[in-house]
T-cell receptor, first 113, second 110 residues
Framework: DTAVSQTPKYLVTQMGNDKSIKCEQNLGHDTMYWYKQDSKKFLKIMFSYNNKELIINETVPNRFSPKSPDKAHLNLHINSLELGDSAVYFC????????????FGDGTRLSIL | QKEVEQDPGPLSVPEGAIVSLNCTYSNSAFQYFMWYRQYSRKGPELLMYTYSSGNKEDGRFTAQVDKSSKYISLFIRDSQPSDSATYLCASDTGGFKTIFGAGTRLFVKA
Protein backbone atom coordinates (compact mmCIF):
# COMPACT_ATOMS: atom_id res chain seq x y z
CA ASP A 1 0.00 0.00 0.00
CA THR A 2 1.72 3.18 -1.25
CA ALA A 3 2.44 5.66 1.56
CA VAL A 4 2.73 8.84 -0.55
CA SER A 5 1.15 8.71 -3.97
CA GLN A 6 1.20 11.33 -6.70
CA THR A 7 -0.80 11.58 -9.88
CA PRO A 8 -0.08 11.78 -12.69
CA LYS A 9 3.39 10.20 -12.97
CA TYR A 10 4.02 11.93 -16.30
CA LEU A 11 2.66 15.19 -17.62
CA VAL A 12 3.49 16.47 -21.10
CA THR A 13 1.83 19.71 -22.08
CA GLN A 14 2.23 22.90 -24.04
CA MET A 15 3.50 26.24 -22.82
CA GLY A 16 0.73 28.45 -21.50
CA ASN A 17 -1.51 25.60 -20.31
CA ASP A 18 -2.77 25.12 -16.74
CA LYS A 19 -2.23 21.78 -15.01
CA SER A 20 -2.67 20.15 -11.60
CA ILE A 21 -0.76 17.49 -9.69
CA LYS A 22 -2.39 15.58 -6.85
CA CYS A 23 -0.76 14.08 -3.77
CA GLU A 24 -2.17 11.83 -1.06
CA GLN A 25 -0.52 10.28 1.99
CA ASN A 26 -1.93 7.47 4.11
CA LEU A 27 0.63 7.73 6.92
CA GLY A 28 -1.44 9.98 9.16
CA HIS A 29 1.21 12.70 8.96
CA ASP A 30 0.51 16.34 9.84
CA THR A 31 2.95 17.98 7.42
CA MET A 32 3.17 17.81 3.63
CA TYR A 33 5.59 19.34 1.16
CA TRP A 34 6.13 20.07 -2.51
CA TYR A 35 9.65 19.94 -3.91
CA LYS A 36 11.04 20.66 -7.37
CA GLN A 37 13.97 18.60 -8.66
CA ASP A 38 15.75 20.03 -11.68
CA SER A 39 17.74 18.18 -14.34
CA LYS A 40 20.86 18.29 -12.12
CA LYS A 41 18.97 16.44 -9.37
CA PHE A 42 18.93 19.46 -7.07
CA LEU A 43 15.90 19.09 -4.77
CA LYS A 44 14.44 22.38 -3.65
CA ILE A 45 11.51 22.96 -1.34
CA MET A 46 8.59 24.95 -2.76
CA PHE A 47 5.88 24.74 -0.09
CA SER A 48 5.21 23.09 3.23
CA TYR A 49 1.85 22.71 4.93
CA ASN A 50 1.18 21.76 8.53
CA ASN A 51 -2.36 20.76 9.50
CA LYS A 52 -3.65 22.28 6.23
CA GLU A 53 -1.97 25.63 6.94
CA LEU A 54 0.72 27.05 4.63
CA ILE A 55 3.97 27.34 6.59
CA ILE A 56 6.68 27.74 3.97
CA ASN A 57 6.41 29.45 0.58
CA GLU A 58 9.88 29.56 -0.93
CA THR A 59 9.76 32.50 -3.37
CA VAL A 60 7.82 30.42 -5.83
CA PRO A 61 6.06 32.36 -8.65
CA ASN A 62 2.40 32.93 -7.87
CA ARG A 63 1.54 30.83 -10.95
CA PHE A 64 2.03 27.92 -8.53
CA SER A 65 -0.83 27.53 -6.07
CA PRO A 66 -0.91 24.71 -3.54
CA LYS A 67 -4.15 23.58 -1.92
CA SER A 68 -4.63 21.29 1.05
CA PRO A 69 -8.27 20.19 1.34
CA ASP A 70 -7.38 18.00 4.33
CA LYS A 71 -4.28 16.74 6.14
CA ALA A 72 -3.93 13.74 3.83
CA HIS A 73 -3.95 15.69 0.56
CA LEU A 74 -1.83 18.43 -0.94
CA ASN A 75 -2.42 19.40 -4.55
CA LEU A 76 -0.40 21.72 -6.77
CA HIS A 77 -1.98 23.81 -9.51
CA ILE A 78 0.23 25.55 -12.06
CA ASN A 79 -1.07 28.32 -14.31
CA SER A 80 0.43 29.52 -17.59
CA LEU A 81 3.13 26.88 -17.75
CA GLU A 82 6.58 28.00 -18.90
CA LEU A 83 9.51 26.07 -20.36
CA GLY A 84 11.44 26.53 -17.09
CA ASP A 85 8.75 24.64 -15.21
CA SER A 86 9.97 21.38 -16.75
CA ALA A 87 11.22 19.29 -13.82
CA VAL A 88 10.24 16.46 -11.53
CA TYR A 89 7.89 17.54 -8.74
CA PHE A 90 7.93 15.52 -5.54
CA CYS A 91 5.37 15.44 -2.78
CA UNK A 92 6.50 14.41 0.70
CA UNK A 93 5.06 14.10 4.17
CA UNK A 94 6.36 13.94 7.74
CA UNK A 95 4.96 13.60 11.21
CA UNK A 96 5.08 17.16 12.49
CA UNK A 97 8.06 19.27 11.46
CA UNK A 98 11.66 19.08 10.35
CA UNK A 99 12.90 16.99 13.21
CA UNK A 100 11.03 14.10 11.63
CA UNK A 101 12.11 12.21 8.50
CA UNK A 102 10.18 12.80 5.31
CA UNK A 103 8.51 10.20 3.10
CA PHE A 104 8.50 10.98 -0.61
CA GLY A 105 6.27 10.03 -3.49
CA ASP A 106 7.82 8.84 -6.75
CA GLY A 107 7.44 12.18 -8.47
CA THR A 108 5.56 13.75 -11.37
CA ARG A 109 7.68 14.32 -14.47
CA LEU A 110 6.49 17.53 -16.09
CA SER A 111 7.65 18.32 -19.62
CA ILE A 112 6.68 21.56 -21.32
CA LEU A 113 6.73 21.57 -25.12
CA GLN B 1 26.91 29.95 -1.20
CA LYS B 2 24.42 27.11 -0.86
CA GLU B 3 23.49 26.17 2.71
CA VAL B 4 24.38 22.53 2.04
CA GLU B 5 27.18 21.74 -0.40
CA GLN B 6 27.69 18.31 -1.92
CA ASP B 7 29.93 17.12 -4.73
CA PRO B 8 27.62 15.74 -7.47
CA GLY B 9 30.21 13.18 -8.62
CA PRO B 10 29.77 10.77 -10.27
CA LEU B 11 31.69 8.43 -8.00
CA SER B 12 32.54 5.01 -9.38
CA VAL B 13 33.87 2.21 -7.15
CA PRO B 14 34.36 -1.57 -7.47
CA GLU B 15 32.07 -3.94 -5.60
CA GLY B 16 33.23 -4.48 -2.02
CA ALA B 17 34.87 -1.05 -1.68
CA ILE B 18 34.27 1.33 1.21
CA VAL B 19 32.46 4.42 -0.04
CA SER B 20 32.75 7.82 1.61
CA LEU B 21 30.21 10.51 0.76
CA ASN B 22 30.53 13.99 2.20
CA CYS B 23 28.70 17.27 2.61
CA THR B 24 29.43 20.58 4.24
CA TYR B 25 26.90 23.06 5.55
CA SER B 26 26.97 26.70 6.55
CA ASN B 27 23.99 27.21 8.88
CA SER B 28 25.02 26.77 12.53
CA ALA B 29 21.34 26.37 13.48
CA PHE B 30 21.08 23.00 11.71
CA GLN B 31 20.53 20.26 14.27
CA TYR B 32 19.08 17.39 12.27
CA PHE B 33 21.03 15.64 9.55
CA MET B 34 19.76 13.09 7.09
CA TRP B 35 20.95 10.96 4.21
CA TYR B 36 18.48 9.97 1.54
CA ARG B 37 19.01 7.47 -1.27
CA GLN B 38 17.32 8.01 -4.60
CA TYR B 39 17.12 5.37 -7.30
CA SER B 40 16.47 6.38 -10.88
CA ARG B 41 12.84 7.43 -11.48
CA LYS B 42 11.99 7.07 -7.81
CA GLY B 43 11.52 9.41 -4.88
CA PRO B 44 14.22 9.85 -2.22
CA GLU B 45 14.02 7.36 0.66
CA LEU B 46 15.45 8.00 4.10
CA LEU B 47 18.63 6.06 4.80
CA MET B 48 20.07 7.61 7.96
CA TYR B 49 18.91 10.23 10.43
CA THR B 50 21.02 11.82 13.16
CA TYR B 51 20.57 14.56 15.69
CA SER B 52 23.52 16.84 16.52
CA SER B 53 27.10 15.54 16.40
CA GLY B 54 28.25 11.95 16.54
CA ASN B 55 28.08 8.65 14.72
CA LYS B 56 25.19 6.40 13.87
CA GLU B 57 25.50 2.93 12.41
CA ASP B 58 22.91 0.82 10.60
CA GLY B 59 24.17 -2.35 8.99
CA ARG B 60 26.69 -1.43 6.29
CA PHE B 61 25.94 2.29 6.65
CA THR B 62 27.52 4.76 9.08
CA ALA B 63 26.57 8.43 9.29
CA GLN B 64 28.89 10.96 10.95
CA VAL B 65 28.21 14.54 11.88
CA ASP B 66 30.92 16.94 13.05
CA LYS B 67 29.21 20.18 14.01
CA SER B 68 32.50 21.89 14.88
CA SER B 69 33.62 21.67 11.24
CA LYS B 70 30.08 21.58 9.77
CA TYR B 71 30.84 18.30 8.04
CA ILE B 72 28.44 15.42 7.29
CA SER B 73 29.61 12.02 6.09
CA LEU B 74 28.09 8.71 5.01
CA PHE B 75 30.21 5.58 4.83
CA ILE B 76 29.09 2.46 3.01
CA ARG B 77 31.01 -0.74 3.77
CA ASP B 78 31.19 -3.71 1.41
CA SER B 79 29.46 -1.73 -1.33
CA GLN B 80 27.12 -3.65 -3.65
CA PRO B 81 25.88 -2.93 -7.18
CA SER B 82 22.44 -2.41 -5.60
CA ASP B 83 23.91 0.61 -3.76
CA SER B 84 24.22 2.41 -7.12
CA ALA B 85 21.99 5.45 -6.70
CA THR B 86 22.09 9.17 -5.95
CA TYR B 87 22.75 10.00 -2.29
CA LEU B 88 21.39 13.25 -0.94
CA CYS B 89 22.47 14.79 2.34
CA ALA B 90 19.99 17.07 4.07
CA SER B 91 19.90 19.33 7.10
CA ASP B 92 17.17 20.99 9.13
CA THR B 93 16.88 23.35 12.08
CA GLY B 94 13.81 21.51 13.36
CA GLY B 95 11.36 23.73 11.50
CA PHE B 96 9.48 23.03 8.29
CA LYS B 97 12.28 23.63 5.80
CA THR B 98 14.78 20.87 5.04
CA ILE B 99 17.72 21.89 2.87
CA PHE B 100 19.10 19.25 0.53
CA GLY B 101 22.51 18.94 -1.04
CA ALA B 102 22.81 18.50 -4.81
CA GLY B 103 23.19 14.72 -4.48
CA THR B 104 26.17 12.48 -5.33
CA ARG B 105 25.71 9.84 -8.04
CA LEU B 106 27.34 6.57 -6.98
CA PHE B 107 28.09 3.67 -9.30
CA VAL B 108 29.22 0.35 -7.83
CA LYS B 109 30.70 -1.91 -10.49
CA ALA B 110 30.32 -5.69 -10.20
Amino acid sequence: DTAVSQTPKYLVTQMGNDKSIKCEQNLGHDTMYWYKQDSKKFLKIMFSYNNKELIINETVPNRFSPKSPDKAHLNLHINSLELGDSAVYFCASSQDQGNQPQHFGDGTRLSIL
Amino acid sequence: QKEVEQDPGPLSVPEGAIVSLNCTYSNSAFQYFMWYRQYSRKGPELLMYTYSSGNKEDGRFTAQVDKSSKYISLFIRDSQPSDSATYLCASDTGGFKTIFGAGTRLFVKA
